[in-house]
DNA sequence: TAGCGTGTATTAGGTCTGATAGTACACTGT
DNA sequence: ACAGTGTACTATCAGACCTAATACACGCTA
């Protein structure tokens, strides 16, 4: 199922948030599907039912799910979402170069290394 | 003067030490040059002299200052600072640049934008 | 020497967030 | 009726952040 560091500092329930949005955007879970109830998930990643269901909601804000009273939380198949999800990128993109042309770095350089990241690795 | 945003969530302690590795980094500090002290920046910024020796603390363990008993703090000369920030700076790239493929953002788009944030604004 | 301005250390308390725990209720489907 | 689902609410605990107050050591200078 999905990922979750226990170590990190970063709070669970938005490992949980980040690890359904990548599903969600790579294609992995497809608009109507049926995501895991909050008791199972809870149970599933041997947490506490009240933090899945701060993540659903979280989702459900962003647009990425839909909740049905009874039923369960389904994908939604919003369109705009990747444009939205686009946006917010790069605009931290640009306050990465900022802080990367404070150190001092080139635009040759970033680009450079930037494209090798490209193609290197997998999605997830 | 240091620019903090109050009504940011980001600890303040933290904001403290980005804009003086800000300054340092960027050369407007230089070597040798003596900081504010812990009351008169606490006074400045309208904090605890408790909050800005946090920060002053973070920035010796990072090797961006060093104190002085009896005298004050002083902007070192450590010439490694600036790889070991860039380093860290490629590592932040390399992560970014995964979520921008789960994305759908495509090489061509991420370089050519970058390459834009490169040449518009100002370093602070 | 005395005093002032430094850095440094310690303890305490207040606030907020994250996470857990338990309970209760409404809805859907069989 | 029952089981599984979402939802709501309260209570509690732990940790991070910040403030507050105090105390001490050091360097400089009148």
């Known amino acids: 199922?999905?990922?979750?560091?226990?170590?990190?500092?970063?709070?669970?329930?938005?490992?949980?948030?980040?690890r359904i949005?990548?599903?969600?955007?790579?294609?992995a879970m497809e608009p109507g599907t049926q995501l895991p109830s909050v008791?199972?998930?809870a149970v599933d990643l041997s947490m506490?039912?009240?933090?899945?269901?701060?993540?659903?909601?979280?989702l459900e804000k962003e647009g990425y799910i839909y909740p049905v009273k009874g039923k369960g939380n389904f994908v939604s198949g919003?369109?705009?979402?990747?444009e939205k999800q686009q946006k917010l990128f790069f605009e931290t993109v640009e306050q990465l170069v900022k802080r990367g042309r404070a150190l001092g770095v080139t635009r040759e350089e970033f680009v450079k290394q930037a494209a090798l990241y490209f193609e290197e690795g997998e999605v997830l």
Chains 1, 2 share one sequence.
Not at 2 to 15: A, C, F, G, H, M
Not at 48 to 57: S, V
């Open 78 to 82: 919003d369109k705009g979402l990747k």
């Open 48 to 58: 506490n039912p009240n933090t899945i269901q701060k993540a659903y909601n979280c």
């Open 21 to 27: 949005q990548l599903l969600i955007l790579s294609g």
């Open 1 to 18: 199922m999905l990922t979750i560091d226990y170590q990190n500092r970063k709070p669970l329930y938005e490992q949980v948030v980040e």
């Open 39 to 41: 008791r199972a998930l």
